[in-house]
């Protein structure tokens, strides 16, 4: 699981990699989704899904304050050894602002 509840998160990725408006949002992480609540959304896989405090636009059609979790990562700054943060670019010293 990438996120945690209460966890600040980014919206990184679309449905199989595509392309998505929700790339770069920010919302909050509420709580995970109850099982009804999931088949509901016709999500029917297994995958994690997060309760959020700001609608994000589904490719079906439609907000819902809803996403999945392999969709975000969180923005508290402590990745575990195992994780590897792709998204967020390296700046060097000499490159500060």
Known sequence: MNCKQGDLAI???GRD??????IGKIF???RLATKEE?????????????ITD????WALGGNMCMVTDEAIRPLRGDL????VDTETPIIKETEKC
Not at 17 to 22: A, D, I, Q, T, V
Not at 38 to 50: C, L, N
Not at 80 to 83: A, I, P
């Open 17 to 22: 990699g595509s392309k998505s408006p929700n």
């Open 80 to 83: 575990s050894n195992d994780e």
């Open 38 to 50: 999931i088949e509901a959304t016709f999500i029917s896989d297994g995958r994690i899904v997060w």
């Open 11 to 13: 919206f990184v990725r």
């Open 28 to 30: 909050t992480c509420i």
């Open 54 to 57: 700001t609608p994000i636009k």
